[in-house]
């Protein structure tokens, strides 16, 4: 008989065997802007906004030189726009007197640059650079909540050290991403189509939904 482990993994190789970063960059930089820009928006959203945005600044000189107005024109689309072209500025001051304009790839120092929290510094490490993890961004705390790997009041630092106490570290960066499409496709935060996935006898949401229905 399977465990639960076991059947999450092959579930996840089965319906998202070719999981990865949906966001769209080329560079340590690229990177690094694109992650940081896809917080509390779609990555399809910031994808639509990049391509013109790399263009204009392509390198930390150009996001510390240019005027706070002109950055904010190229996402303006985006949530909070205001905000993290501000951000963005900072981050290519920081960059430039820091690291000679250069990302660092050390987890410590991407977290003390403006607007790089814990998430962003993990996803950057994970697709740029050599340190396996899984980072936990709102599908992954979700899923992890629903399926028993985490608490609800757990800070995203915490699940994800239990995630990687409980998954082979080979398996890391496809947990990530895989999680992310599954939360995207099925286990969404309202509504997820139940009927499609075979995790049942773990998830806690439905559970109590079904109690609930039978009552």
Known sequence: MRTKNQSLLTYLHERFPDAGCALNF????????AISLSAQTTDVSVNKVTPSLFKAFPDAKHYADAPLEAIEDQIRSLGLYRNKAKNLKALGIALCELYDGVVPHSFEDLVKLPGVG???AGVFLLERGDRPAIPVDTHVKRIS?????AK???EPIQIEAKLEKTFPREEWKFVHHSLIWFGREV???QGPRCDECPLHDYCSFFKKTSSTTAK
């Open 26 to 33: 080329q560079s340590d930089l690229e990177c690094l802007v």
């Open 118 to 120: 814990t998430k962003t």
């Open 145 to 149: 909540v629903r399926l028993g790997y």
């Open 152 to 154: 609800k009041d757990d």
């Open 187 to 189: 286990c969404h935060a």
